[in-house]
């Protein structure tokens, strides 16, 4: 397909382990995000990418969250040393160029992360 | 206080009802709106930008109000299928007219359109 694509879709982790999310941006767009959805709560912004630099990590909840882009394209997300409130849909997204034009973010379905 | 306010709801309306959402934002600065549409479980979509001058997409209407830091939308003529959640957004800027590159996100309002 031409979307984004995350995995996995669902993970289930006990706390305290670590766990990686990955997201494939729709091909060309230079610009990815990355937000988490709790229950009933609305978007929190946690990262974005131009091209492989990071602008903005400043919405990373703490140390245990870090995040990079290779070759422009895939990202990883990765939370160290999981605890409860963790526990979220996170989703990525991309945009073809920066916001100020469009405004259009492509998501994709998300990775919902359980720990327990 | 949140950068971009809604009414949770949820709003309860019956088919063929109108409905207005509205939304505040924190940041003078702000210069690009948008409504988001995310069904349950899926992922959220673009709706519809929001202009200065108001716009309006068939039965979907957006405002801005720049003086009070607003922004509503109105569906007119209510479906079944535009039950879902709203989400304002809100591309923010600094001072000096720079975008943060970053799109805020409401915390959502819910519809349910019933028969």
């Known amino acids: 397909g031409a979307g984004v694509s995350q995995s996995p879709s669902n993970k289930v982790t006990e706390k305290g382990k670590d766990v990686e999310l990955r997201c494939d941006p729709i091909?060309?767009?230079?610009?990815l995000y990355w937000y988490r959805q709790s229950l009933g709560q609305g978007l929190e912004f946690l990262i974005y990418f131009q091209g492989n630099s990071a602008p903005d990590k400043s919405g990373l909840p703490s140390d245990r969250f870090s995040a990079e882009r290779t070759g422009g394209s895939v990202s990883t997300l990765t939370i160290q040393r999981t605890q409860q409130e963790d526990s979220a849909v996170y989703l990525c997204?991309?945009?073809?160029?920066?916001?100020?034009?469009?405004?259009?973010?492509?998501f994709g379905e998300g990775s919902r992360l359980t720990v327990l | 206080r949140k950068e971009v306010e809604q009414d949770p709801g949820p709003f309860n309306v019956p088919e063929g009802a109108t409905v207005a959402f509205n939304c505040t934002y924190s940041?003078?600065?702000?210069?690009?709106f948008f409504w988001y549409r995310q069904d349950c479980r899926k992922e959220p979509k673009l709706l519809m930008s929001?202009?200065?001058s108001g716009n309006e997409d068939g039965r979907f209407t957006a405002q801005l109000n720049r003086a009070s830091q607003y922004i509503s939308l109105l569906i007119r003529d209510s479906k079944l299928s535009d039950s879902a959640t709203y989400l304002c957004v809100v591309n923010m800027y600094n001072a000096g007219g720079t975008s943060y590159g970053k799109l805020t996100f409401g915390q959502g309002t819910i519809l349910t359109v019933h028969p």
């Open positions: 997204a991309s945009s073809p160029r920066r916001l100020e034009n469009t405004g259009e973010l492509f």
């Open positions: 091909s060309g767009h230079t610009a």
């Open positions: 929001v202009y200065s």
């Open positions: 940041n003078s600065a702000s210069q690009s």
